[in-house]
């Protein structure tokens, strides 16, 4: 794993895509995860922006996704509650069902082969298409080196 290579394009990725100004995130979430891997190797926090993310709560998630629950459960990510929405290949939507803001929140989860990407953002359908794109460019990036 080349761990340089990763922590380069997240921070130049989080510094374009996460913030409260503009940017299409309000927080993001990288979680190394090797599904193919044994048991006993935890996925853990590898980058965040945005939010402080509790582990023991990352574990709870990344346990959501490999029992495979996207379609009957719902996950939580710090305050917020989210029901999946749609499901894709390598990624799926969110919907907070909790949420505080008029025009809602969402989530984006996108599976590269070391990593989970979890984008968080505020707003609706346009929101969510500039928050995939911003999600997409960095799963790209990682999967450039096979990631």
């Not at 921070?11 to 090797?34: C, F, H, Q, R, T």
């Not at 082969?113 to 460019?137: H, T």
């Amino acid at each position: 794993m080349d761990w340089s290579f990763v922590h380069k394009a997240w921070e130049k990725w989080a510094s374009l895509s996460v913030g409260s100004s503009g940017e299409p995130l309000k927080a993001a979430l990288l979680i190394n995860y090797d599904p193919t891997g044994p048991s006993r190797l935890l996925s853990t926090i590898a980058e965040q922006e945005g939010l402080k993310a509790d582990p023991i709560e990352m574990t709870r998630f990344v346990d959501f996704i490999q029992q495979n629950k996207l379609q009957t459960g719902s996950f939580i990510i710090g305050s917020n509650e989210y029901m999946v929405t749609s499901i894709h290949e390598n990624w799926f939507c969110a919907r907070c069902m909790n949420t505080i803001q008029p025009s809602g929140e969402g989530a984006i989860v996108m599976q590269t082969k070391a990593f989970i990407l979890v984008a968080l953002y505020e707003g609706s359908i346009g929101p969510a298409s500039r928050a995939m794109l911003s999600v997409d460019q960095l799963a790209w990036q990682l999967g450039r080196r096979n990631l």
